[in-house]
């Protein structure tokens, strides 16, 4: 053996004309960039907005999710199929740029041990975990076929042609080790099992004369790929770093845009005009992994709702030569048809599941504003509840309640009432009108309470937060309750909000800043755990119940608060909760978001029912929630499934109330509110 | 065609029934949380209107009876393209039917010549259901009352209107002008306006006018009728135990009782 130090291989050995390659460079990199031209073009017709601050922050993100793929690797066949294509070609490229660095511009580097380690073992190895990812690619999309995917010719197309770019490197690989006699060829495993193979078929003279052949053909299929690539999904090794970079760094909660009502043109959006510079990359950075579809709840109970071909639709669109942006997209699809647009719950499932942090969701909201505002074109029971939202200040048309009857008993003052008050205890309209809910708000006043807080509500100055209206699409509404609510909140002076709804929550956290209400917003889930963090409270008979949790959308996803409910659940029950098959920011949603508990959903496409049953399956006795709109959709699917099982519905305030209230001598007075029906 | 539409503003009528209190001193509802919104049958009343707008072409004008705030439900009229809105002051919380039947007759005359003149069949706060045929009365016009559409004639200066009756609906044809009141029917359900439109309302013209203006002396607000007493009724339950020493004496006893209360119903 000769001495490791002096490793190298002879570059562009056996082949002449090496011209041609240079001249074949300029119409593939033309190509390649008028493809790369012609969608910054079409994103350039798109609206201001900036998504370029805070560049550190960006950066961190095309790192974890570009370069390390922390949301590709959530599913783990796809995830590592999709690693090993992916970091194999990062290698491959960087192993030609040292071809490139040693040859054209005569830096000797592709010597010795970084020849042996990288360009010959590395290179060598990460090439063939390309081709089993190619191959588990093949296998995924053409026998076991999910229906998540597109099957298109492109995309089998561009799986081919990476097969065929990396087999035939092998092949060239193989044939030069095999007619050189490269000493260094045991550092090539994979070229070296081809190398092994030719050398009892072919004489050294086939293995030049097919190295050749195969080299110019590796070539023009690379350069081939490489112009044909702008022009399909393989696009998105651009466009998807580019929307990582561009993402929305706010939690999803934050993600709907405020209007300009003085300025703004149209409401709401119907066309592609309407959209951001960054809304159009979404559409292009889309690689029709189509796990947002997966994991839609509406799509999974059987609704036309598909959040892929939303995109997939709109894109098609931006891509029509010369196409007129004006022209109304709704309804030219069966994704894009109001019927779909009004299926939406607005979980943001879609969101947390895009690798490449496109944002579904919002588009969908975008376009119900257009049908709401411009059109007026809404199913009737929402319009029922955004009449009543605006007429009496809550969207429970017929509700018997009042905003302070479930304080009967308890003693509750009103911010009016109590001037030193540090907590405004907000009950939210789900809260104070629904029956059941009422029981779980006097939980929460009885353990603020015994914690010695000294709280308030607004009683009858408490107006809804304007979230139904919001997600079905009347800004206008929702601009008017915002500036409502934080007049009233700002009279009183409130600092610190403490609710019981996740929907009032994010408002609070995450919409009311944008109109100036700015407040220390607490889901009673986090405020009870810092409570009892504190020693406020303590749970001295905790409950033996088996207790699953479900994560409430607005809590969970939009603002990543998963374990102060599930704290809670532990200290009630002192164990940890069971987990559903479903959960944390892979929930899936009670039905109820978005404005759609005020729809009738038809009987056997109910998302509540196919919650209950992943609820069901866990054989737990309770099913803790933290939200009152989960609170009546799980128990109105709970009843419909659970035949002769008794599992019940309850927050974890009513479970934490238990466990303390068992305890002290205030016993039994909680429970007055169902003894004042309403006297008709 | 021209068309006036008369809007009423009331008290919200869905508020919670415990929520509901009445000032038996001054005799009228208290406003409590309520809010005050369109009364539903004037609602139907503008749909209808617009409904035959679309269809025939015309004008619409809204008017309303009330106070400053009043403007609001014109101006939810003009959000829904209502041409033109009349407001006409005035302040007296429980004018009778009478007085307001002359107030809108007397600004239905100013607006200037009308075809038909849409009214709710009944407001959701008194239910009195008079104004609208005090008003044709006023305007010395026929009235249709309980119509649930309004259609065109082939006769020129005439209208089909289809009115519920309790045995079923008739189709009359009238010469106009006429006074139409109109109920509720799944087809005139009150659509929603655009935001845009609503928007835009604020900006459009609104006509005000004072009871003054129009010759109305206010302190005929209650000549008609006045309410005597208001009470929200009390359901009560007395439970009595007949006696008796046989079967039969108790049944003797009971129809005798029975017979008593009916006596003194």
Same mark, same amino acid.
């Given at each position: 053996?000769?001495?490791?130090?002096?490793?190298?291989?002879?570059?562009?050995?056996?082949?002449?004309?090496?011209?041609?390659?240079?001249?074949?460079?300029?119409?593939?990199?033309?190509?390649?960039?008028?493809?790369?031209?012609?969608?910054?073009?079409?994103?350039?017709?798109?609206?201001?907005?900036?998504?370029?601050?805070?560049?550190?922050?960006?950066?961190?993100?095309?790192?974890?999710?570009?370069?390390?793929?922390?949301?590709?690797?959530?599913?783990?066949?796809?995830?590592?199929?999709?690693?090993?294509?992916?970091? /194999?070609?990062?290698?491959?490229?960087?192993?030609?740029?040292?071809?490139?660095?040693?040859?054209?511009?005569?830096?000797?580097?592709?010597?010795?041990?970084?020849?042996?380690?990288?360009?010959?073992?590395?290179?060598?190895?990460? /090439?063939?975990?390309?081709?089993?990812?190619?191959?588990?690619?093949?296998?995924?999309?053409?026998?076991?076929?999910?229906?998540?995917?597109?099957?298109?010719?492109?995309?089998?197309?561009?799986?081919?042609?990476?097969?065929?770019?990396?087999?035939?490197?092998?092949?060239?690989?193989?044939?030069?080790?095999?007619?050189?006699?490269?000493?260094?060829?045991?550092?090539?495993?994979?070229?070296?099992?081809?190398?092994?193979?030719?050398?009892?078929?072919?004489?050294?003279?086939?293995?030049?004369?097919?190295?050749?052949?195969?080299?110019?053909?590796?070539?023009?299929?690379?350069?081939?790929?490489?112009?044909?690539?702008?022009?399909?999904?393989?696009?998105?090794?651009?466009?998807?770093?580019?929307?990582?970079?561009?993402?929305?760094?706010?939690?999803?909660?934050?993600?709907?845009?405020?209007?300009?009502?003085?300025?703004?043109?149209?409401?709401?959006?119907?066309?592609?005009?309407?959209?951001?510079?960054?809304?159009?990359?979404?559409?292009?950075?889309?690689?029709?992994?189509?796990?947002?579809?997966?994991?839609?709840?509406?799509?999974?109970?059987?609704?036309?709702?598909?959040?892929?071909?939303?995109?997939?639709?709109?894109?098609?669109?931006?891509?029509?030569?010369?196409?007129?942006?004006?022209?109304?997209?709704?309804?030219?699809?069966?994704?894009?048809?109001?019927?779909?647009?009004?299926?939406?719950?607005?979980?943001?499932?879609?969101?947390?599941?895009?690798?490449?942090?496109?944002?579904?969701?919002?588009?969908?909201?975008?376009?119900?504003?257009?049908?709401?505002?411009?059109?007026?074109?809404?199913?009737?029971?929402?319009?029922?509840?955004?009449?009543?939202?605006?007429?009496?200040?809550?969207?429970?048309?017929?509700?018997?309640?009042?905003?302070?009857?479930?304080?009967?008993?308890?003693?509750?003052?009103?911010?009016?009432?109590?001037?030193?008050?540090?907590?405004?205890?907000?009950?939210?309209?789900?809260?104070?009108?629904?029956?059941?809910?009422?029981?779980?708000?006097?939980?929460?006043?009885?353990?603020?309470?015994?914690? /010695?807080?000294?709280?308030?509500?607004?009683?009858?100055?408490?107006?809804?937060?304007?979230?139904?209206?919001?997600?079905?699409?009347?800004?206008?509404?929702?601009?008017?309750?915002?500036?409502?609510?934080?007049?009233?909140?700002?009279?009183?002076?409130?600092?610190?909000?403490?609710?019981?709804?996740?929907?009032?929550?994010?408002?609070?956290?995450?919409?009311?800043?944008?109109?100036?209400? *700015?407040?220390?917003?607490?889901?009673?889930?986090?405020?009870?755990?810092?409570?009892?963090?504190?020693?406020?409270?303590?749970?001295?008979?905790?409950?033996?119940?088996?207790?699953?949790?479900?994560?409430?959308?607005?809590?969970?996803?939009?603002?990543?608060?998963?374990?102060?409910? *599930?704290?809670?659940?532990?200290?009630?029950?002192?164990?940890?909760?069971?987990?559903?098959?479903?959960?944390?920011?892979?929930?899936?949603?009670?039905?109820?978001?978005?404005?759609?508990?005020?729809?009738?959903?038809?009987?056997?496409?109910?998302?509540?029912?196919?919650?209950?049953?992943?609820?069901?399956?866990?054989?737990?006795?309770?099913?803790?929630? /933290?939200?009152?709109?989960?609170?009546?959709?799980?128990?109105?699917?709970?009843?419909?499934?659970?035949?002769?099982?008794?599992?019940?519905?309850?927050?974890?305030?009513?479970?934490?109330?238990?466990?303390?209230?068992?305890?002290?001598?205030?016993?039994?007075?909680?429970?007055?509110?169902?003894?004042?029906?309403?006297?008709? | 065609?021209?068309?006036?539409?008369?809007?009423?503003?009331?008290?919200?009528?869905?508020?919670?029934?415990?929520?509901?209190?009445?000032?038996?001193?001054?005799?009228?509802?208290?406003?409590?949380?309520?809010?005050?919104?369109?009364?539903?049958?004037?609602?139907?009343?503008?749909?209808?209107?617009?409904?035959?707008?679309?269809?025939?072409?015309?004008?619409?004008?809204?008017?309303?009876?009330?106070?400053?705030?009043?403007?609001?439900?014109?101006?939810?009229?003009?959000?829904?393209?209502?041409?033109?809105?009349?407001?006409?002051?005035?302040?007296?919380?429980?004018?009778?039917?009478?007085?307001?039947?002359?107030?809108?007759?007397?600004?239905?005359?100013?607006?200037?010549?009308?075809?038909?003149?849409?009214?709710?069949?009944?407001?959701?706060?008194?239910?009195?259901?008079?104004?609208?045929?005090?008003?044709?009365?006023?305007?010395?016009?026929?009235?249709?009352?309980?119509?649930?559409?309004?259609?065109?004639?082939?006769?020129?200066?005439?209208?089909?209107?289809?009115?519920?009756?309790?045995?079923?609906?008739?189709?009359?044809?009238?010469?106009?002008?006429?006074?139409?009141?109109?109920?509720?029917?799944?087809?005139?359900?009150?659509?929603?306006?655009?935001?845009?439109?609503?928007?835009?309302?604020?900006?459009?013209?609104?006509?005000?006018?004072?009871?003054?203006?129009?010759?109305?002396?206010?302190?005929?607000?209650?000549?008609?009728?006045?309410?005597?007493?208001?009470?929200?009724?009390?359901?009560?339950?007395?439970?009595?135990?007949?006696?008796?020493?046989?079967?039969?004496?108790?049944?003797?006893?009971?129809?005798?009782?029975?017979?008593?209360?009916?006596?003194?119903?």
């Amino acid at each position: 053996m000769s001495d490791p130090q002096l490793a190298t291989r002879e570059v562009l050995w056996n082949i002449s004309h090496v011209w041609l390659m240079y001249a074949l460079l300029v119409p593939t990199v033309a190509t390649a960039a008028y493809g790369i031209y012609r969608r910054v073009q079409v994103w350039r017709r798109g609206q201001a907005e900036n998504r370029f601050d805070r560049p550190l922050e960006r950066i961190g993100l095309v790192l974890k999710y570009a370069l390390l793929q922390l949301r590709t690797w959530r599913k783990l066949y796809p995830g590592s199929l999709h690693a090993m294509i992916f970091w /194999g070609f990062i290698v491959l490229t960087v192993a030609t740029t040292v071809v490139m660095i040693e040859y054209d511009f005569g830096i000797p580097i592709m010597h010795g041990y970084f020849y042996l380690y990288f360009q010959s073992f590395i290179t060598d190895v990460f /090439g063939a975990l390309a081709m089993i990812g190619v191959g588990m690619a093949g296998a995924r999309r053409w026998i076991v076929r999910p229906t998540q995917l597109v099957y298109t010719g492109e995309a089998s197309g561009i799986l081919v042609a990476i097969f065929a770019i990396l087999s035939s490197g092998f092949l060239i690989e193989g044939w030069r080790i095999a007619a050189t006699n490269d000493p260094w060829g045991a550092w090539s495993p994979f070229g070296n099992l081809v190398a092994a193979a030719s050398r009892p078929l072919m004489s050294v003279e086939a293995m030049k004369t097919a190295h050749l052949a195969t080299w110019w053909t590796h070539l023009l299929l690379a350069f081939g790929f490489i112009a044909w690539a702008p022009y399909t999904k393989m696009a998105h090794v651009i466009t998807s770093t580019l929307n990582i970079y561009t993402s929305r760094l706010a939690p999803i909660g934050a993600t709907l845009r405020k209007i300009d009502f003085e300025k703004a043109e149209k409401l709401g959006i119907n066309s592609l005009a309407g959209f951001t510079w960054k809304d159009l990359l979404d559409f292009d950075a889309c690689t029709e992994c189509g796990r947002c579809t997966a994991v839609c709840p509406a799509n999974l109970v059987g609704k036309v709702l598909s959040p892929r071909d939303i995109i997939l639709d709109l894109r098609k669109l931006s891509r029509v030569p010369r196409g007129d942006f004006a022209q109304s997209y709704v309804g030219t699809t069966q994704a894009l048809s109001i019927e779909a647009m009004w299926e939406c719950t607005t979980c943001g499932a879609c969101v947390e599941a895009c690798p490449v942090s496109i944002e579904q969701m919002p588009k969908i909201v975008d376009t119900r504003r257009y049908l709401v505002m411009e059109d007026a074109q809404l199913p009737e029971t929402m319009q029922q509840a955004l009449v009543s939202v605006e007429t009496r200040g809550h969207p429970f048309r017929g509700t018997v309640f009042s905003r302070v009857d479930w304080t009967a008993g308890l003693n509750v003052s009103t911010m009016a009432d109590a001037l030193d008050a540090e907590v405004l205890l907000w009950v939210g309209c789900g809260g104070a009108l629904v029956e059941r809910n009422q029981k779980v708000v006097r939980s929460l006043a009885q353990l603020l309470e015994k914690a /010695g807080v000294k709280f308030a509500i607004l009683g009858r100055e408490e107006k809804c937060t304007g979230d139904p209206a919001r997600r079905i699409g009347n800004e206008f509404l929702f601009e008017q309750l915002a500036q409502e609510n934080i007049a009233t909140l700002n009279r009183y002076q409130v600092k610190k909000i403490v609710t019981s709804c996740p929907h009032c929550f994010n408002t609070f956290r995450n919409e009311y800043p944008q109109f100036g209400g *700015r407040y220390e917003v607490y889901h009673h889930s986090e405020y009870l755990a810092k409570l009892v963090g504190e020693g406020k409270l303590s749970a001295r008979t905790p409950s033996d119940k088996k207790v699953t949790f479900h994560d409430p959308c607005y809590l969970g996803r939009h603002n990543g608060v998963y374990a102060a409910p *599930r704290q809670l659940v532990q200290i009630s029950t002192r164990a940890e909760p069971i987990e559903m098959e479903q959960s944390r920011s892979n929930s899936f949603c009670c039905g109820g978001g978005g404005g759609m508990s005020f729809i009738d959903e038809p009987p056997n496409q109910r998302v509540n029912q196919e919650r209950a049953r992943q609820i069901l399956a866990t054989d737990a006795d309770v099913v803790a929630v /933290g939200c009152p709109f989960c609170m009546t959709m799980l128990e109105d699917g709970i009843n419909a499934r659970r035949g002769d099982r008794d599992t019940k519905v309850m927050d974890v305030a009513e479970l934490l109330w238990q466990a303390v209230e068992h305890a002290s001598s205030s016993g039994g007075r909680g429970d007055r509110a169902e003894n004042t029906k309403p006297e008709i | 065609m021209n068309i006036v539409v008369c809007i009423k503003q009331i008290l919200d009528p869905e508020i919670p029934a415990r929520d509901f209190r009445v000032d038996s001193v001054k005799c009228e509802a208290e406003r409590g949380s309520a809010n005050l919104v369109t009364n539903i049958f004037c609602e139907n009343a503008l749909e209808t209107a617009l409904q035959f707008r679309e269809a025939q072409g015309g004008k619409i004008t809204a008017i309303s009876c009330g106070p400053e705030g009043a403007e609001d439900v014109l101006r939810k009229a003009l959000a829904l393209k209502a041409d033109d809105a009349v407001l006409v002051l005035n302040e007296a919380p429980n004018a009778d039917p009478l007085f307001v039947a002359k107030t809108l007759a007397a600004g239905i005359r100013k607006i200037g010549p009308f075809d038909a003149v849409l009214v709710g069949r009944e407001a959701g706060d008194w239910g009195a259901g008079q104004t609208g045929g005090l008003l044709a009365e006023e305007l010395q016009v026929p009235c249709i009352s309980f119509a649930e559409n309004l259609q065109p004639s082939a006769a020129s200066g005439a209208v089909k209107v289809k009115r519920q009756t309790d045995s079923g609906w008739e189709l009359l044809e009238s010469a106009t002008p006429l006074v139409i009141t109109i109920t509720n029917h799944e087809k005139n359900v009150p659509r929603i306006p655009k935001t845009r439109d609503v928007m835009q309302s604020y900006r459009k013209p609104l006509v005000k006018w004072t009871l003054a203006e129009l010759g109305i002396d206010p302190s005929t607000a209650n000549s008609y009728y006045r309410v005597a007493e208001l009470f929200i009724p009390r359901k009560e339950t007395q439970c009595e135990f007949i006696s008796g020493d046989t079967l039969e004496a108790k049944i003797d006893a009971f129809a005798h009782r029975v017979t008593d209360c009916m006596r003194s119903m």
